[in-house]
């Protein structure tokens, strides 16, 4: 097999030579060459042992007759990023990715790309690059970190942190959060973005079978990556690219499997950015219709009971596709260069389940404890798309992690323009109870959509909270919990609804119905029509606030970004 770089060395030597002058010797220049593309660096527990998943997969290129070169991109993370500006780069991170993978993947014609990452912006990033290119390509998940004592893990520290901001002494607490809530690398122990997206990838078919969420600990993982390198070369050979594998039909795939294991509000900004590299579009009410009709499976944090391990171990992801597989398509395409029906045959025939279940045991748990069999779901989906006279093109909310009083809420709004503010006031019991917190110039244009975490976990920390809602055009985690409704759009620096909205106005939130309105003015309940026309009178009277952002990413990208119901990403 002649590598697709002949050409270019012929008329340019200086190529070969610059290989040479690494550990490439005269055989490996006629091989084909595989770009192993990764996030490892000491940013984050998820990335930190990428670069043993890299060197297993050059093994398996090497194994098959190819030559690996190894590039590196390191990504961050949300956890550093809390409570100050650089939460704001967070999401425009994904682009920056993006686009780096990108020029790596240019600079010479590579015969195949494996991409390696775990978490919230490099997994989408990297996928959106491997559609960009549309070579043959694989992704490698990095798996899921470990448990923490008595089942923790690095969120579990609500009740601690805030007794500990109240002045209480819980200093032996947090030493212990801080030594052991991420014992080991992989990513985070609930279905929060990083979980949710290795999980996407898999769905989609761009990883091999079982390989999101696959504790990191385990040596499994490291044979998994040695195969993906050598499964690289075979769709090389047969000239299998992401495009044959990643159409509309496996999206609508992978959306499926997101409602059944109440994934991430975050998909909904990267499936539709991925998407759209290949010229496809996703809109939200794909992901509205996709959660009333598949049951909700997986019993896992934030919106269950269980960690991400036993996710795993209960048969992950093929478990869930298999549950749903009369409303799955299982004639797409996958990078094992089979269909999924082909591939859940394969996986079950193999052994993977009957091992997962052993797994279970030691913690005397049933596979159907962890992830529910259709017949015994008792709801549909996890996530809604809410519309109204706030959000016209649309607001999204994670319902499986809403109690089911306040799935209906109605109360008067509590404005901020900023996260900050807002967090304090919470922090400080100075927001009153069955409020709607409005917290908006949070959208993509307005400061880069950061994640509200921190002020999502207030609401359900002392002082409890939890009967106010927050509505917001920035992002919540994957794993927030609560009535928080984000991705408003459009958003306030835009001119969206949500920037005319003053203290005391009536928010009515209907999940059930699809609903966030503007039901009342100044505590005061009101038709439609004289809603409108006071917001129509607010709007003569209305300037966007000027936003400094520092010069570099975050002001292109609030120049740039599309709707977050689009999928945020850059306008070309």
């Known amino acids: 097999m002649k590598p697709k770089s002949s050409k270019i060395r012929k008329e340019w030597l200086q190529v070969d030579t610059l290989c040479c002058g690494m550990d490439w010797d005269e055989a490996d220049l006629s091989k084909p060459q595989v770009l192993i593309e990764d996030v490892f660096g000491d940013s984050h527990p998820g990335s930190v042992h990428l ?170 993982i490291g044979r998994l990556a040695r195969q993906a390198g050598r499964q690289v070369m075979e769709l090389s050979k047969r000239g299998i690219k992401v495009s044959d594998i990643l159409t ?16 991430s509000t975050n998909a909904l900004l990267h499936l539709p950015a991925v998407a759209h590299e290949l010229g496809i579009e996703i809109d939200a009410e794909i992901f509205d219709r996709c959660n009333r009709e598949i049951p909700y499976l997986a019993n896992i944090q934030p919106s269950g009971e269980y960690v991400n391990e036993l996710f795993w171990y209960a048969g992950g992801v093929p478990r869930v596709q298999m549950e749903i597989r009369d409303l799955l398509n299982l004639k797409v395409l996958t990078v094992t260069g089979k269909t999924l029906e082909e591939n859940l045959r394969q996986t ?36 809604a798309v809410l519309k109204g006279n706030l959000a016209p093109e649309g607001a999204v909310v994670k319902y499986a992690a809403v109690a089911p009083e306040m799935r209906t809420h109605e109360g008067p709004a509590r404005v901020f323009d900023r996260e900050e503010p807002a967090y304090e006031a919470i922090r400080r019991g100075k927001v009153k109870p069955g409020s709607v917190v409005v917290l908006r110039y949070e959208g993509p244009r307005g400061s880069g959509m950061p994640e509200i975490l921190a002020t999502t976990e207030a609401l359900v920390t002392p ?110």
């Open 51 to 220: 670069d043993a998943l890299g060197k297993e997969a050059s093994i398996g290129v090497f194994q098959e007759g190819g030559k690996p070169a190894r590039f590196h991109g390191t990504d961050i993370c949300d956890g550093w990023a809390m409570l100050h500006s650089g939460m704001n780069f967070i999401l425009p991170s994904r682009e920056v990715l993006c686009d780096l993978v990108e020029v790596h993947g240019r600079v010479i014609p590579w015969d195949g790309i494996v991409a390696i990452s775990s978490c919230d912006k490099s997994i989408p990033a990297h996928l959106m690059a491997l559609s960009r290119l549309d070579i043959p390509a694989i992704h490698i998940p990095g798996g899921s970190n470990r448990v923490g004592p008595n089942m923790s893990h690095s969120l579990l520290v609500g009740e601690t942190a805030a007794r500990w901001r109240r002045g209480e002494e819980v200093s032996r607490e947090v030493r212990d959060y801080q030594l052991s809530g991420c014992p080991g690398a992989g990513a985070c122990q609930f279905m929060g973005t990083a979980s949710t997206m290795q999980c996407m990838s898999e769905a989609l078919g761009l990883t091999l079978p079982g390989a999101a969420l696959l504790p990191a600990s385990l040596t499994a």
């Open 348 to 383: 079950e025939k193999e052994g993977f389940f009957r091992r997962g279940e052993g797994y279970l045991a030691n913690y005397k748990l049933r596979r159907e404890e962890v992830i529910r069999r259709v017949k015994d779901s008792k709801a549909y989906g996890s996530i």
């Open 248 to 263: 509309k039909e496996a999206l609508e795939n992978a959306i499926k499997v997101h409602a059944a294991i109440s994934g």
């Open 463 to 572: 002082p409890n909270l939890s009967n106010t809602a927050i509505v917001t055009d920035g992002r919540f985690s994957g794993a927030t919990r609560g009535p928080c409704i984000g991705h408003v759009s459009p958003e306030a620096a835009q001119g969206g609804p949500i920037a005319l909205v003053e203290d005391g106005d009536l928010i009515r939130i209907d999940i059930p119905k699809r609903v966030l309105a503007v039901v009342g003015i100044k505590g005061k309940k009101m038709e439609p029509r004289p809603i409108q026309a006071v917001f129509e009178e607010r709007r003569k009277h209305w300037k966007p606030p000027k936003i400094q952002h520092p010069a570099g990413i975050l002001r292109r990208y609030a120049t740039q970004a599309v709707s977050a119901m689009k999928g945020a990403y850059l306008e070309t």
